[in-house]
């Protein structure tokens, strides 16, 4: 089955700095793949997703990577604000099974 | 915004005993899941449903764990006899048939076996 690594488990960044987060999945079969934030006692949301037909996406400071020959994937977050601390989690899936999720990634955003 | 429904938020319970959760998903969303969420580590599936039918609960401990479904609109989540490794966030989440790989979670239930 599917196997996704992430890293690093813990990021601190100044405010304002950018933060990269990696991934790398096991399944050449997984064509999706989404990253959720999860804010302290919170449920975790989508923020944003990419699928296998593009390389990258972008939502204001969010930006998702895709490199399918080497399988894995990145999220960027530039212009870091405090308001962006939180656990993010990469995930993958070939859409026949359900989402496997990486071990999280703690952000903290220093003011 | 419709949300993922679940109660309790908070369970603290002694180890052998019984707990449920239930879960309520979006208006609409034939896909339920349950998933598991250890302190510091990324969710683990325990079971899917496709409205009342389990699709994948193989990582389900079924002697101890078991969910249904039966109206193909909520859920319970039971575990009988609950043991002190049960402590863990279990997070409800459901999605469009259409769209399943984006999932929607609930806030989850926090149980503490004590």
């Known amino acids: 089955g599917e196997n996704v690594e992430q890293h690093p488990s813990t990021l601190s960044v100044q405010e304002g700095d950018s933060a990269v987060i990696k991934c790398t999945y096991s399944?050449?079969?997984?064509?999706?793949f989404p990253w959720y934030k999860q804010e302290l006692g919170k449920r975790p949301q989508l923020i944003i997703d990419?699928?296998?037909?593009?390389g990258e996406k972008k939502d204001q400071r969010i930006a998702v990577t895709l490199n399918k020959t080497a399988k894995h994937f990145s999220l960027h977050i530039t212009e870091t604000q405090p308001e962006d601390s939180a656990v993010y989690f990469c995930?993958?899936?070939?859409?026949?099974?359900?989402?496997?999720f990486g071990k999280g990634t703690r952000l903290s955003v220093i003011a | 915004e419709a949300e993922v429904a679940q109660s309790p938020r908070y369970k603290i319970t002694e180890k052998s005993q019984a707990v449920a959760f239930w879960c309520d998903p979006i208006?609409?969303?034939?896909?339920l899941y349950w998933y598991r969420q250890i302190l510091g580590q990324g969710p683990e599936l325990l079971v899917q449903?496709?409205?009342?039918?389990?699709?994948?609960d193989s990582q389900l401990p079924k002697d101890r764990f078991s969910a249904e479904r039966l109206k193909g609109v909520d859920s319970t989540l039971k575990i009988q006899p609950a043991e002190l490794g049960d402590s863990a966030m279990y997070l409800c989440?459901?999605?469009?048939?259409?769209?399943?790989?984006?999932?929607?979670f609930g806030s989850g239930t926090q149980l503490s076996v004590l």
């Open positions: 989440a459901s999605s469009l048939v259409a769209e399943n790989e984006k999932l929607f």
């Open positions: 399944d050449s079969a997984s064509n999706y």
């Open positions: 990419i699928r296998s037909n593009v």
């Open positions: 995930a993958a899936t070939s859409g026949n099974t359900p989402l496997v």
């Open positions: 208006s609409g969303h034939a896909t």
């Open positions: 449903f496709q409205d009342e039918s389990v699709v994948d």
